[in-house]
Each structure stands twice: as C-alpha cells, then as structure tokens.
C-alpha cells in the first residue's frame, strides 16, 4: 500500500485540509505516478460542493493530473519508468461495449471510472490529483509530448479535451465559422485550438474585457453578449457554437445564432436544468447538443495537437495551500485562465 500526501474536503461548506490516503498496490498492468501539477477545473468545485448529487467525503478532487512514472506493473507495454505522463477524467472502463471498443471511453455503456467521486473495480473510492501519488491502468495514462511543460500540460486533460473533442467531432475547420462562448478556463483553450484548426473564430463573453486576450489567442471577432445588439447582428451566423460556460444562459438567443444546419454544444454543466423552445431548433434544422470529454485515442492526438502547434493554456502556478482561495477566485471568474496546483507543496 503506498502513502500520498493529499489535500481532501469533508463536507460541501468545509475549507480543504491536509490528508494522507491510500494508494493500492501496483497490479500488473498499473502505472504508478509521481504527481507534478493538478489543474483546478469547474467540475471539482462542482462536486466538492455536492452540486451534482451526493458525495462520499472525504474527498479529494483533481482529474487535470501531469507527473512523471515512478513504477509499473510487470505486464505494463506503454509506459516505463522516468516517462512524462498525464492522467485525465478517467481512469478505467470496461473496455468491452461497444462504446469502449470504438474508443469513446468515457460514454462506457457500464459507466467509465472517474478519476475522483467513483467506485473502482476494487470496490474501493477513486480520489484525484490534489495529492502526491496516484495508480492508474496503464490504458488510462496519456504521453505528453516533449514540447509542452508538466504544469501547462495538466488542464489539457480536461480543458484541453473537453473543446477539442466537440470542435473535432463537428469538424471545425477552414470555411467555419465558429463561435465560443465564454472566455474562461474551458472557451480559452476552445479559441486556440479552432483557430489552429483553421476556423474562423468569435468569441461571445458577458463583456468587452477579455477583448485583447481573446484576438491574442486567435480569434477573429469579439462581442459582448451583454449587448442587445449582439444578438441581431449576428443572427443565423455560426455552423458551430461550444458553449463553456457551467451557469444557466438563454439558449434561444443562442441558437437563434446558428445558420441552417448549424450546431450548438454544450460542454459547461450548469447545475441548474435549462430550457428551450423547439420552434428554434426545426426553423432551420438546427442542433442542440452535448460533449463531454474524449476518449483515450482522442486524448492523446489532442495533446499532440497542441505540441504540434504550441497550443497551451494561460495559467497560474498556486501552492496547495491556496485551493480555497483559488475556487472562490474560479467562481468569481478571477483568474486568466487556469489554476494549477504545484504538488511539490503539498
């Protein structure tokens, strides 16, 4: 049994504290992890909440995980010892549906295995990357390309993923328009990697702040939706629209954006239900959708995506001792654009 330091919450109002949890022993197709960086993402503030249903606490959140392989099982082929490896949302599946067999993981027909706020095979409750250690299934551990560091590295297992996977399943591309809305940790990653798709690219915020920001990181055009305006001049714009955003937002405004055929994703899980009207999905055979993250495959042609076209996020590098402080800064969107947790300070 290995020992990781860690920091775990005990409740939805509890502040986080310092912890020690247990991590199995190696089997002989697991890849022991010596943890880097850990991203903050929404989702963790969500679930360590109780915002999307109950909760076995303690808990310790974190599915935006880069390190280095400190060990392996004896049977383990992928990965070996001194290797730069990240770990996402996931860390197990069936691996036998038809879900997994086509390589969409995390759609597993049996329920894939969450990095944290799950049940492993064991029986026993999967706790993130908030800690020194973890033991992953080798299928479950990503390379990270050469050109890319461990701390930027961490969000792309899930920021990265959760925008490159619906931009790349809707082919973005050149002759698109495409429109993110939101600015924050997951619409930043989305401007990057549509404009390097060779989309053309807006951005729809709440205002004009982020402006500079957002055309820095490839966008081609900027709106505040807080403006009436905004919404009559570039209606039946988009074949494409990922919304980002976790918080409850008109989605006839938005699909009233799209042109014939166009798409609106949405890949922010606000925790409250939202509501449309029909008439504006028939009009001009429009398509309200979902995403979630990727699977492994597209996991890894992600982060060699951005390798390839030195694609990383904007980040802020905090000490374990901050995550308090850093998801009251994520909920009051005070932060550009990721928070990444230094492990070496747990």
Known sequence: MII???????????????AEIKRRDLDSNDVLIEIKYAGICHSDIHTAHGEWGPVNYPLVPGHEIAGIVTDIGSNVKKHKVGDRVGVGCMVDSCGECENCRKGEEQYCLKGNIQTYASVDKYGEPT???YSTHIVVQEDFVLRIPDGIGLDAAAPLLCAGITTYSPLNHWKAGAGQKVAVVGMGGLGHMAVQLA???GADVTVLSQSLKKKEDGLQLGADHYYATSNPETFEKLAGTFDLIINTVSAKINLDAYLGLLSLDGTLVNVGAPAEPLSLSIINLIGHRRSFAGSMIGGIRETQEMLDFCAEHNIVPK????????????????LASDVKYRFVIDISTM
């Open 4 to 18: 990781a330091k860690a920091r775990a919450v005990d409740g939805p109002d509890k502040p986080f504290r310092v």
């Open 315 to 330: 980040i802020e590098v905090i000490s374990a001792d901050q995550i308090d402080k850093a998801y009251e800064r994520v």
């Open 127 to 129: 706790q993130g990357g």
């Open 195 to 197: 404009h390097a798709m």
